[in-house]
């Protein structure tokens, strides 16, 4: 099965965070995202980012 990445931008990261965790997928990890390709993706120049990772409980959506 192929599975493609998906994402979101959102203002509030602890809130979608919160909000997504209470329907049911965990997260795995977080990191900081920055540089050119940020900057250009999202139109800000000079961009820090936030990254999270949810996974399901059952484990679908982890990378091999």
Same mark, same amino acid.
């Given at each position: 099965m192929l599975r493609a990445p998906a994402g979101g931008t959102v203002a509030d990261l602890t809130s979608a965070v919160a909000f997504f965790t209470g329907l049911g997928p965990e #997260?795995?990890? /977080? *990191?900081f995202v920055e540089g050119a390709f940020l900057d250009t993706v999202i139109g800000i120049p000079d /961009? #820090?980012?936030?990254? !999270? !990772?949810?996974? *399901?409980?059952?484990? !679908?959506g982890r990378r091999p």
């Open positions: #997260i795995e990890g /977080s *990191t /961009s #820090i980012g936030l990254r !999270a !990772a949810p996974v *399901t409980r059952g484990g !679908a």
